[in-house]
């Protein structure tokens, strides 16, 4: 099938995440440093950030800018919960990984792809969408697993390096904030019957909204009984702990021929757990923008409603960073891409963002 399915996907993006996510304006950031590695014969990776769940398409517009096709590894839960995944991941370039547990498997086919073949390999390092977009989280190591290795074979076959491009994803909204948000405030306010006098301003009114969400289910209620099914101790942050629960679930999954909606719903049940983990009110009260509000309150209509009306238009922009020159030894090879990649974000979140008036 070769290129023909990933060139079909790369005319359609923009329409797609039009249509889906509002992004009607995208631009492309640092190219000649993606261009001057893939002209070296370089085995490459890009590593961005992951706040959105349109960040796993979007990425591919560094490919269509790029004048790529890479390759792309995605968590098995992506798989297990969407259909459509399943059947366009593989045909479009893509590979599944166990994220949470040890799939030597994947990493096996990432370290081969890095290796020998001329195309990019894209990974999102934090393992997880964050929900913050101008937050980084910490870095999983398999990046830097992988950078290693391919680094290793590549030396020893004379082949030119490995490298590490961070890639950082940012969004701005640029249509109108108040037409965007009040109906949505206004629905969320009714679904949780916060009835009486409505506090004046728009970050008070959203505060109360978290408040409720918040107060209404508690994290423990979400775990504690999938770590009694699935023997597991309830301790660790929030991510550890879902982190531990995936792994169980995944892993039952790969191997079970049985009926899986069980596993979807405890999958999606530890998912839940994460996101109101995300919920922080800090994260508006210290940088009052319009993009963390509108970010807040999409979190919080997914929350309660499943799902979340696109607003329009958004901007999407995508930096590629210098190239992170990776040797077998290099030890510190996580902390680097981790540095570069929030240094990145940091600078498009100070040129982007709109402070709220």
Known sequence: MGLRVPSILQRILPWYMNRKYGIEHWEVRGVSRLRKSVN??????????????????????????????????????????????????????????????????????????VTHDSRPLIVFPEGHVTRMNDRLADLQNGVALIARQAARRRKSKANPGTTVHPVAIKYRFEGDFGHAIRPKLARLERELDLSGTTPSGDVPRLERIREAIVGKIEIDDLLLPLEKKWRHPNSGSTYDRVRRLRTSILSHALKSKKSQGDLCRDLKTSTKALQLASLQPEYLAEAPTVERYMETLDNLTEDVFGEINTDRPWRMVLEIGEPIEVSPEHKNLGKAIHGALKTQLAALTAELNQPLS
């Not at 269509?64 to 479009?92: C, D, S, T």
């Not at 994947?106 to 370290?111: D, F, L, N």
């Open 40 to 113: 070296a014969g370089k085995g490459i990776i890009l590593a961005p950030n992951h706040s959105r769940d349109s960040d796993s398409l979007g990425i591919g517009f560094v490919g269509i800018a790029g004048r790529v096709h890479p390759h792309f590894m995605a968590g098995w839960h992506v798989i297990l919960e969407n259909g459509l995944q399943k059947f366009v991941i593989p045909r479009a370039g893509g590979f599944s990984v166990l994220r949470e547990g040890g799939d030597r498997k994947s990493i096996r086919i990432a370290t081969n792809l």
